[in-house]
């Protein structure tokens, strides 16, 4: 999960149109981009058990950005579990991050939920807070098996979470002026108990 939030860190901090960059791990080479090359690579960072990594992306000697990652079992809050949970706004149709401090009313929001976990997990539901400025248009798809849209709220479902990395897209619509706040999704085991919490925050919509 680090390294996912690492690379997504990497994005914003790249200008629309970049130079030729180097992503480097602990000083070793991961990834070189030369002249027209897409902006959108994947790679894979392999972390050995040290206590923990530096990513950075440098371009013409000058190191846009330098992220430190620490390995979940160093990161994870004692009692916290090995589940981890992200939510982010985007525009539907280019895919860029929206500020949810700045929407207008009537604007489209794809929300998307991202789930780590680095263990089986069984009967593991998701409860998604929507946002009170916010009306659901599209419950949307992802990998879970199961999606049931609730007045305020989504269920999200499945029997069985392998380890792994799971998504989950949904689409509403910034839809009444105002600040609402953006309860945080949570992740629970069959029985209750908590398997791990995401992001809070605000969502704001202002007039057009």
Known sequence: ????????????????????????????????TGPGDAQVHMVAAPLDPRPAHELTATAAGQVLLSYRL????????????????????????????????????????????????GGARVFVQLEEPLPAGATLIDAGRGGFEHVAPRDDHLVLASTLLVPGVYEHSYLV????????????????QDGGAVLGMGNTGMFIVIQR
Request: glycine share 6%.
């Open 1 to 32: 999960y680090d390294s996912a939030r690492a690379v997504a860190a990497l994005a914003p901090a790249l200008p629309e149109d970049p130079p030729p960059y180097t992503v480097l791990l602990d000083g070793a080479r991961l990834l070189a």
């Open 70 to 117: 620490t390995p979940p079992s160093q990161a994870a809050a004692p009692g916290a579990g090995d589940v981890a949970l992200l939510r982010e706004y985007l525009d539907p149709l280019s895919g860029r991050p929206l500020d949810p401090d700045a929407l207008r009313a009537g604007q489209l929001v794809r929300v998307r939920l991202t789930l780590v976990t």
């Open 173 to 188: 619509r910034a839809s009444r002026p105002g600040r609402y706040a953006a309860p945080p999704p949570v992740a629970q």
